[in-house]
């Protein structure tokens, strides 16, 4: 199974619905809120890794993995498939370190 993370800057509720909206569709995708599995507030130090071994995808409003190398070197290093859309410059960075604007 495939899992796709919702970081908790994305309403825990949007999952809910992704995942209802799914039923029937594609049973080897959930989509889960982080704040489901590491609680409010769990540091990007400890998701990041523990994503990374389930190979799994995270979603993100989170802009300052642009700017914070330690961030990005954790996601490089655990090799963890991300999309984090930031939206004041309308652009998007996807999961191989490579920003696209808009």
Not at 4 to 28: H, T, W
Not at 35 to 48: P, S
Not at 73 to 78: A, T, V
């Amino acid at each position: 199974m495939t899992l796709i993370y919702l970081d908790e800057n994305l309403s825990e509720y949007v999952a809910d619905a992704l995942n209802s909206l799914n039923k029937g569709y594609f049973e080897d995708f959930m989509v889960m809120s982080t704040k489901e599995k590491f609680g409010k507030g769990a540091k990007d130090e400890i998701i990041i890794p523990e994503i990374g071994k389930e190979k799994s995808i995270l979603i993100t409003k989170d802009f300052r993995i642009q700017r914070d190398n330690l961030q990005n070197e954790l996601y490089k290093k655990h090799r963890l498939g991300f999309f984090s859309q930031y939206t004041k410059k309308s652009s998007q960075t996807l999961g191989n370190g490579k920003t696209t604007y808009k």
